[in-house]
C-alpha cells in the first residue's frame, strides 16, 4: 500500500482527511502512483498533472525520503521506502500568493 | 412567498445569499471552496437546485463543481465515481481540451500575443457558466484563451463549439490586461440556435445555427486603443446584456463607452450619454422594463475604482442617453473599490432586485429597481461575479 499527501486543498477536493493509502502495481514510480491516484479519486484528475501531457503543474512539488524528486523522470522507480509504504509520498504546494 | 438566492463568487471561495421576498433580512452560506477563487456560479433555469461554479487556481488549476441541492452540497461532475482499484482515470472531469482540425491534428488557430507574434491557445481557466435554457445537463463554458465549451452531461464532459474560433478571425485576437478572455454568454430562449458571445479583447459574435458557424457583430464599435478605431476584430468588450423578452436588443459596455443595438448586434450605436465616465465593466437589463438599463461608472482604463470616490450605479430608463445617478446607501466618499463585469445581476421578483459586488468584498442589494441600497455582506474577499435565482 501506498501512502500519500497531498496538498490541503486537494484534500478538500478528494474529501479525505489526512494521507491517502492506494494500492499500485510495481514498479512504483510518479507516474504509476499518480495513475493510480487519480483513478481512486478522478476529480483530482488535472490539478497535479496537465490533463493531456502528464506535466507536473508548475506550482507543485513531488517530495520523496526528504528529497525533491519534481525533477526526476516520473519512472524513474521510487525508492524501497516509498514502495512499502513506510514513508509517504508527498505531493506539495509551492508557498506563494496572499 | 418568494425568495432569492444570490451566488457570490469571490477570490477566496463562494458564498451563497439567501432572503425572502423582502430582501431586508439575509442568510449567509460559505466559504465553499475556500481559499480558491470562484469566477462565476450560475443556477439553471430549468432546476433552479442545480447551479454550476468555476473553481480555479493557479496551483492546481480548473474545477468545475455542481450542487443538485440549491449550493448545499458540492461534487465535481465526473469526479466522485471510485472506479475498481487499478483502473485507469477516464479522462473525464474538469477536462478542457481544444479541438483540433481533424484532417491535421493541428490546432485549428493562433492568437496575437502582446508583442504582436502569434500564440497558440493556452487553457487557463473558466471565466463564466451559462446554463441551457432547456436542458439542466447543458451548459456552456467561456474560457481564458478565448473559447466556448459545451457540456451535455452536467458539466462531466466538455468538448469545445469550435466554430467559433474556426471561423476565421481568431489570429487577430488578442489578450486583454484580463487575458484573452470568454466572458459573456448569452442564449436567447425565442431562438435557441441563436447565441451570443463576447471576448476580451476581440469582440462580440453571434450564431445564428447553435455554434457552428459565427460572424464578427462589432460594427459601430469604435476603439481608439486600436490601431483601427473601426477595425472588425480587437474592441475590448466588457460585457453584454440582453433582456429575455426583448431579444436581438443589446447592451453592451466596452472598454469606454455603453453602446446598444437594436439588430442583434450587426450595428451598435453609442448611448453613453450624461454618464460622468463612460468606462466601466458591468451592465444589466431590468428583470421587467426592457429599455430600463444599469451600469456602474468607473473613473478610467487606468484608476479601475469610481469617480470622486463615490460608488454610484446609473440606471437609463430610456435604454440609454440619459442617466439617472442612484446612490442612496451606496458610500459617499473614500470608495475606490472596482466592479467586476460578471458582478451585477437582477432577480425577477415583482419590485425588482439589483445586486452588484465589489472587489472590495461588499454585495450590494437594491429591492426596488436601484432606488435604494444596502450592502447584504460587508467582508467578503474580493468579489468576481454575483448572479441571483428568484425562487417560488
Known amino acids: ?86 514513508e509517504p509520498f508527498f505531493i506539495i504546494g509551492a508557498i506563494a500568493g496572499g | 412567498m418568494s ?4 451566488l457570490a463568487g469571490t477570490k477566496k471561495g463562494a458564498f451563497v445569499l439567501t432572503a425572502d421576498g423582502k430582501r431586508d433580512k439575509w442568510d449567509v452560506s460559505g466559504p465553499f471552496f475556500g481559499g480558491w477563487e470562484i469566477y462565476h456560479m450560475k443556477g439553471s433555469p430549468v432546476d433552479p437546485n442545480r447551479i454550476y461554479a468555476s473553481q480555479t487556481s493557479g496551483w492546481f488549476g480548473q474545477i468545475i463543481q455542481r450542487s443538485d441541492d440549491g449550493g448545499k452540497t458540492w461534487d465535481v461532475p465526473g469526479g466522485e465515481k471510485l472506479p475498481k482499484p487499478g483502473e485507469l482515470p477516464s479522462g473525464g472531469p ?48 467561456g474560457v481564458e484563451d478565448a473559447a466556448l465549451f459545451r457540456s451535455t452531461d452536467g458539466a462531466k464532459s466538455w468538448h469545445e463549439v469550435a466554430g467559433l474560433r474556426g471561423h476565421g478571425t481568431g489570429p487577430k485576437w488578442q489578450p486583454g490586461a484580463g487575458g484573452l478572455c470568454l466572458h459573456t454568454v448569452i442564449l436567447d430562449k425565442s431562438d435557441p440556435n441563436k ?16 455554434g457552428k458557424n459565427w460572424k464578427p457583430i462589432n460594427q459601430g464599435l469604435v476603439s481608439n486603443y486600436i490601431p483601427d478605431p473601426k477595425a472588425e476584430i480587437g474592441h475590448c468588450v466588457h460585457h ?40 466601466g465593466f458591468v451592465i444589466d437589463v431590468h428583470a421587467h422594463e426592457p429599455e430600463t438599463i444599469y451600469v456602474v461608472p468607473i473613473k478610467s482604463d487606468g484608476e479601475h475604482f469610481p469617480l470622486d470616490g463615490k460608488l454610484r450605479v446609473y440606471r437609463s430608463k430610456t435604454g440609454g ?8 446607501g451606496l458610500p459617499p466618499n473614500n470608495c475606490y473599490v472596482n466592479v467586476l463585469r460578471d458582478a451585477m445581476a437582477v432577480d425577477s421578483l415583482d419590485s425588482c432586485g439589483i445586486y452588484f459586488g465589489t472587489t472590495g468584498g461588499q454585495v450590494y442589494c437594491s429591492a426596488d429597481a436601484g432606488n435604494n441600497w444596502m450592502p447584504i455582506v460587508h467582508d467578503l474577499p474580493g468579489v468576481l461575479s454575483v448572479e441571483v435565482q428568484t425562487l417560488p
Open chain 2, 94 to 141: 474538469n477536462k478542457f481540451v481544444y479541438d483540433v482540425n481533424p484532417p491535421s491534428g493541428k490546432p485549428l488557430t493562433t492568437h496575437q500575443w502582446y508583442d504582436g507574434t502569434q500564440h497558440p491557445w493556452e487553457f487557463k481557466r473558466v471565466w463564466h457558466l451559462e446554463p441551457s435554457l432547456m436542458d439542466a445537463n447543458t451548459v456552456y463554458a
Open chain 1, 1 to 86: 500500500m501506498i501512502r500519500v499527501v497531498l496538498p490541503p486543498h486537494l484534500r478538500t477536493l478528494a474529501k479525505v482527511g489526512g494521507e491517502v493509502e492506494i494500492d499500485v502495481a510495481a514498479p512504483v514510480t510518479q507516474r504509476s502512483i499518480l495513475d493510480a491516484l487519480e483513478a481512486c479519486y478522478p476529480m483530482l484528475e488535472g490539478t497535479i498533472r496537465d490533463h493531456t501531457t502528464k506535466e507536473r503543474r508548475a506550482f507543485l512539488r513531488f517530495f520523496v525520503c526528504a528529497e525533491d524528486w519534481s525533477h526526476e523522470s516520473p519512472d524513474a522507480p521510487l525508492p524501497e521506502d516509498i514502495a512499502t509504504g513506510k
Open chain 2, 195 to 210: 447565441i451570443y458571445i463576447a471576448i476580451s479583447a476581440a469582440g462580440a459574435f453571434r450564431t445564428d445555427d447553435g
Open chain 2, 240 to 279: 453584454v446584456a440582453m433582456h429575455p423578452n426583448k431579444p436581438g436588443v443589446l447592451f453592451m459596455q466596452k472598454h469606454w463607452d455603453v453602446m446598444r443595438s437594436d439588430n442583434a448586434g450587426d450595428l451598435w450605436k453609442e448611448v453613453s450619454g450624461n454618464l460622468p465616465t463612460d468606462f
Open chain 2, 3 to 6: 425568495k432569492v438566492r444570490v
Open chain 2, 321 to 328: 442617453n440619459e442617466w439617472e445617478e442612484l446612490s442612496k
